[in-house]
């Protein structure tokens, strides 16, 4: 009773809907609670049934408390256990808390903390969190990853949201800024005043619990305050406690569960966070953030600054004399501290170079680094002078080696065994590596920066792929078949790659021509080979990617292609190389991010027009109501126009002497279109032989996009408008654009078509896809559209979704269709008044459909006539053995076709997305579905939706068994009305199959009620698919 007494808040706070009904069962079956009882509290929400029960446990008495406690013992160990040392504890007093934060503010203010080595002891640079530091630029992102607006550390501290990621690239002063924050808390910030404690922890050596971590790094160990009352102090302080959390790209979880369980189960502790991380890991922890930011570029005036706290008077300037001359490799592309001065770790390493140096040309990272890993070299091998010059350079690239080798095993510590075949003291005297010895039994060896390590390693393998000895070309490529796919190119050694291009020309040769094996080898995530799809999939894969823009395979493609020019641009020799990157590039496409366009792009541009040139598309896109700023009106442009499109993304397409293959723009979220922003669409827009144009809720396009068309009225060859209104001379303009051969518009529920471009679309000869997706529209304007279809002979695919309110509209479209456009290919008309009489009229015609292999008539219910017409469609299936996509729609008795449908189905084997969506199916015959699942011949389905049927458990149980042979599946939707209750039978067997089917990304099963522990049996499977998988339940 004391337990329940004294934790009564808690349990009141933190017990869960499904615990406490799991507890009501346990305590009704002992008799203790009555059926009323038990209904009464189950009833009530989750707060009031937990304040209910305890209430009523502690009135009846010793005995049925211990049934209570026991019961939550039993039903959430987790929280039992964390009560049970919550009262073993001592009381914390507000002394204990003083303290402790006394000796963390000593602890940052110590030299030890707040001065550093940033480049290790071996060079003389102290880098002072008092005089040296200047303020880095953060940029906030949503979860799409773009950029919503700048912040200052001001900024981030007053818009904190828990947990805060920071994401930026190496040597971008991550580290530096959360030290910032820890010395401003001690300084006792006004920004920082509201959190009581402050801990720093770097996740890189974090090897232990938290509380040890934190003993071990700022504190000592043991601490005058236990582990226990630790905890508590923790979780009573909420979010007054900030943890700085640094490095989790070299944090190893496995060593230090509680860590992890603080940033990514948050919710249990409630502290605030602010976790740093590489960009290649950021995939690793974006979906819990709630504030994201982005560490970005140094600015000229920053780096200038840094670059005088850093050095002496007359150094300083003869450092910033070099860096303000015109970058050597790309001229056009400003002085190199504009370009590559954007770094603090690189404004220091030019920094030590010039100490050692009297001129050096830092036109590329590799440069810099090759400049600072010589002087090292160099100016310190006088310490070796006992050591012959064979072990030196055995030393050396055994340093090399080690480095490599860290890369790939993820290991950036070094113990003594490590350098059994190399002389310790060179590597120390050279300060290539640097020896930790404080606190630890043994001593560790590190790399002064990660940076420093990967470009080690680059320039090891890349010395590695430019040998004339046999037996070191072997080890070179060893390594590079490491890199077995994109992904892992693109992020886990990005940089190592980086650096090997940067330091060899045949090294380049060899890098790029490995990429182009593994892109044609289709090695996303083990996706299938782009050689290998047949047109009608290359053509299917080309539309899902269109819906999906940002999937995986799309990003991970940009990003590979982008991968390539920073290797070009880095690349010793560009010259020699270029015909290696032109195959390359062939055929492949580019997304510019236009709100921060790279150096290396712009480089890219201006002197590989070659390679340019053989880009299949490039794709830009346009934000209107960014917070980056509103306008931008340059004093040297004699035209003073206001414009939101940047124009350094004019320059890039403007000032171009060839025409590119394929361009596309989006236009978002422009709430005005300036007149200077038309006449840069202009310039972007003729600069490419074709040209797709996307406009997306856009009010301040409406009325002028005809003014945009007209600039692009040659090369336009595919229009989508979403959410965006038509002026009567927009729609005009639409209908001259003859050359058009794709047009979509979607969304204009508000604002009808005006009939202009209905009574015009006959003058759209050359359209090949028509699409209407959620257009206010009548019955007349649907017999308008139906009469203009007729003459649009090169029509291969028409798709109208969700038009409501059209009377019996679709019956003249479907006539027409059927009469006179016998070549289409693809045929969607969704949730669009389908009726029993336009379906009869399809049936009838399927046969002059000899090209048809998609055929999508979901969400439409037929009423009058329907089982007839549905009976109709079913049979007349037998002429479309092409079929890929048959989605059809239903009426009251639709099952009664089921079996005749199978048979048809048997002579589809190229089916890949089928649905019987509210097919009206029960459990019997799901045995018939099962059994045909289980012997057909329909081995490449992906796409299966099931949904709103009427099966049981054991219905879905039948389906579910047989789903494994059907390997190529990934999407299923099984929805459900609200409120179906799965078996534990259904959930396993639920469970088993995700596991099974490893191709799978995506289930809906909208309307299943789930339990606490159903959900932990499907989320362990998930993890088991390496949670790609997404499961939608509501």
């Given at each position: 009773m004391e337990f329940i007494q004294k934790n009564s808040v808690q349990l009141i706070q933190r017990m869960g809907m499904p615990i406490i009904k799991q507890i009501v069962d346990d305590l009704f079956a002992e008799f203790v609670l009555s059926e009323e009882e038990a209904e009464i509290i189950c009833q009530r929400t989750r707060q009031d049934a937990s304040r209910s029960l305890i209430y009523s446990i502690l009135k009846k008495g010793e005995r049925t408390c211990d049934l209570l406690v026991k019961s939550l013992e039993k039903r959430d160990p987790f929280l039992f256990q964390n009560l049970q040392e919550y009262c073993a504890a001592g009381e914390m007093t507000q002394e204990n808390i003083d303290c402790l934060a006394k000796d963390l503010k000593d602890f940052y203010k110590y030299p030890s903390f707040k001065k550093f080595h940033p480049l290790g002891k071996e060079i003389d640079i102290i880098f002072d969190l008092t005089e040296s530091y200047t303020d880095i630029l953060l940029w906030k992102k949503n979860t799409h990853n773009i950029r919503q607006g700048q912040l200052s550390l001001n900024d981030l501290l007053n818009e904190l949201e828990n947990p805060c990621i920071i994401e930026g690239e190496a040597g971008k002063g991550k580290t530096t800024l959360l030290k910032r924050i820890a010395l401003l808390w001690a300084n006792e910030a006004h920004l920082l005043m509201k959190f009581k404690l402050v801990f720093f922890i770097s996740l890189s050596v974090a090897q232990a619990g938290l509380y040890e971590t934190i003993c071990g790094q700022l504190l000592t160990e043991p601490y005058t305050i236990c582990k226990q009352d630790f905890m508590k102090m923790l979780k009573s302080l909420r979010e007054k406690v900030l943890f700085l959390l640094d490095g989790y790209d070299e944090f190893r979880s496995q060593n230090c569960p509680e860590i992890e369980l603080l940033i990514k189960e948050n919710h249990q502790f409630k502290n605030t966070v602010i976790l740093t991380t590489r960009t290649e890991s950021i995939s690793r922890v974006r979906h819990i953030g709630s504030l994201i930011a982005e560490t970005g570029d140094l600015s000229t005036e920053s780096a200038t600054k840094l670059v005088r706290n850093v050095l002496k008077p007359k150094l300083a300037e003869g450092?910033?004399?070099?860096?303000?001359?015109?970058?050597?490799t790309f001229q056009q592309s400003g002085s190199a501290t504009e370009n590559l001065m954007k770094t603090p770790l690189f404004v220091v390493i030019a920094c030590a170079i010039q100490m050692g140096e009297a001129t050096f040309n830092p036109h590329t990272q590799t440069t810099l680094f090759c400049t600072l890993y010589d002087l090292l070299v160099e100016k310190n091998k006088h310490k070796t002078r006992e050591t012959s010059e064979e072990h030196f350079c055995l030393s050396i690239s055994h340093c090399g080696d080690l480095a490599l080798d860290g890369v790939f095993d993820h290991k950036f510590d070094f113990q003594v065994e490590d350098f059994s075949n190399v002389k310790e003291e060179v590597l120390l005297a050279t300060g290539l590596v640097n020896k930790y010895t404080a606190q630890r039994l043994n001593p560790i060896y590190r790399f002064f920066h990660k940076s420093f390590q990967e470009y080690t390693a680059g320039r090891r393998l890349s010395s590695l792929l430019a040998s004339h000895r046999?037996?070191?070309?072997?080890?070179?490529?060893?390594?590079?078949?490491k890199m077995d796919n994109i992904s892992d190119i693109i992020t886990t050694y990005h940089n190592l790659l980086l650096y090997t291009c940067g330091s060899s020309a045949e090294a380049t040769r060899k890098v790029i021509k490995h990429m182009s094996a593994i892109y044609q080898q289709g090695c996303l995530f083990g996706l299938p080979s782009l050689c290998d799809l047949t047109p009608e999939m290359k053509a299917m894969k080309k539309e899902a990617n269109t819906q999906e823009e940002e999937g995986l395979s799309a990003v991970l493609g940009n990003s590979f292609v982008e991968c390539a020019i920073s290797f070009l641009y880095e690349s010793f020799s560009d010259s020699t190389v270029s015909e290696e990157f032109e195959e390359f590039f062939h055929g492949k496409g580019l997304?510019?991010?236009?709100?921060?366009?790279?150096?290396?792009?712009?480089?890219?541009?201006?002197?590989?027009?070659?390679?340019v040139s053989t880009l299949e598309f490039i794709k830009l896109d346009f934000f209107g109501s960014s917070s980056l700023g509103d306008v931008e009106c340059s004093n040297s442009n004699p035209n003073p126009w206001k414009t939101v499109i940047p124009e350094k993304a004019v320059s890039l397409f403007f000032n171009w002497d060839r025409k590119l293959n394929s361009l596309e723009i989006t236009l978002k979220d422009f709430n005005k279109l300036e007149k200077g922003d038309v006449k840069y669409l202009e310039k972007i827009c003729c600069s490419a032989s074709g040209l797709r144009l996307h406009i997306n809720k856009s009010p301040g396009v409406t009325g002028k996009l005809r003014d945009v068309l007209k600039t692009c009225s040659i090369n336009m060859q595919d229009l989508t408008?979403?959410?965006?209104?038509?002026?009567?001379?927009?729609?005009?303009?639409?209908?001259?654009?003859?050359?058009?051969?794709?047009?979509?518009?979607?969304?204009?529920?508000?604002?009808?078509?005006?009939?202009?471009?209905?009574?015009?679309?006959?003058?759209?000869v050359n359209v090949e896809k028509l699409t209407l997706d959620n257009i206010k529209m009548n019955e007349d304007s649907t017999k308008k559209l139906a009469k203009g279809l007729k003459d649009l002979k090169r029509l291969h695919s028409l798709q109208l979704s969700h038009l409501m309110d059209i009377g019996d509209g679709m019956t003249h479209i479907v006539e027409s269709i059927s009469t006179c456009l016998g070549d289409l290919e693809e045929i969607h008309l969704v949730n669009c008044c389908l009726s029993g009489t336009a379906v009869k009229i399809l049936a009838q015609n399927l046969c002059s459909f000899h090209k048809l292999y998609a055929l999508d008539l979901?969400?439409?219910?037929?009423?009058?006539?329907?089982?007839?017409?549905?009976?109709?469609?079913?049979?007349?299936?037998?002429?479309?053995?092409?079929?890929?996509?048959?989605?059809l729609p239903w009426d009251d008795e639709a099952n009664l076709c089921l079996v005749r449908l199978l048979e048809q189905l048997e002579r589809m084997p190229q089916l890949t997305k089928f649905g019987l969506r509210k097919w009206g199916i029960t459990d019997s015959e799901a045995i018939i579905l099962g059994t045909f699942f289980e012997k057909t011949?329909?081995?490449?389905?992906?796409y299966l939706d099931l949904a709103e049927n009427c099966m049981t458990s054991n219905g879905w149980l039948t389906i579910l068994k047989v789903l494994p042979n059907l390997n190529q599946l990934t999407f299923l939707d099984f929805s459900c009305k609200q409120g179906f209750l799965p078996s534990s039978h259904l959930v396993l067997s639920m469970s088993r199959m995700i596991t099974q089917l490893d191709l799978l990304q995506e289930i809906k099963l909208t309307g299943w009620q789930f339990d606490a522990q159903d959900l932990r049996v499907i989320n362990k499977a998930k993890k088991h698919q390496g949670n790609k998988l997404q499961v939608k339940i509501s």
């Open positions: 450092l910033l004399s070099q860096l303000e001359k015109p970058d050597s046999d037996k070191e070309m072997v080890r070179g490529h060893s390594y590079l078949q997304y510019i991010n236009t709100q921060s366009i790279p150096t290396y792009i712009c480089g890219f541009f201006e002197h590989f027009s070659n390679c408008v979403e959410s965006t209104p038509l002026t009567t001379e927009d729609e005009q303009q639409i209908a001259e654009m003859v050359v058009l051969k794709t047009i979509k518009i979607k969304d204009l529920q508000n604002e009808s078509l005006g009939g202009v471009l209905l009574d015009r679309i006959p003058d759209l979901s969400d439409n219910f037929l009423g009058d006539g329907g089982k007839e017409a549905l009976h109709r469609l079913v049979g007349s299936l037998t002429v479309l053995p092409n079929m890929k996509v048959l989605m011949s329909l081995r490449d389905i992906q």
